[in-house]
């Protein structure tokens, strides 16, 4: 009943910049905590950077002063505006979000979400 639909991956040179964009679509009551991973291959998935409701935010220490995380609540979507991008930065980027789902008249029920992921690659 939720999907996440990511956008924005594509080819770049290093140096570049590309934004990726998630919306969340379904029967949402609310989305607490929005995150971007990323799988490179042969790698495990990993934090890139999150957000909170609130708007509070943490980066894994890559990313730090290169990536922006950013949410857009009442259109449900969350960005990523990644500059100088380095080959290192190539993976496969997932989007991931804790929503609320609205399942009775007085109930609600707490889901972890995952989109579909979109690749980014950046050249040397």
Known sequence: QVQL???GGGLVQAGGSLRLSCVASGSIFSINAMNWYRQ???KQRELVAG???GGSTDYVDSAKGRF???RDNA???VYLQMNSLKPEDTAVYYCNAAIKTKTG???VR???YWGQGTQ???SS
Do not use: L, R
Request: net charge negative.
């Open 68 to 70: 922006t995380i950013s």
């Open 40 to 42: 490179a291959p042969g």
């Open 120 to 122: 980014v690659t950046v």
């Open 110 to 112: 707490m889901g972890d």
């Open 75 to 77: 259109k449900n979507t």
């Open 5 to 7: 639909v990511e956008s």
């Open 105 to 107: 008249a007085w109930s």
């Open 51 to 53: 957000i909170t409701s």
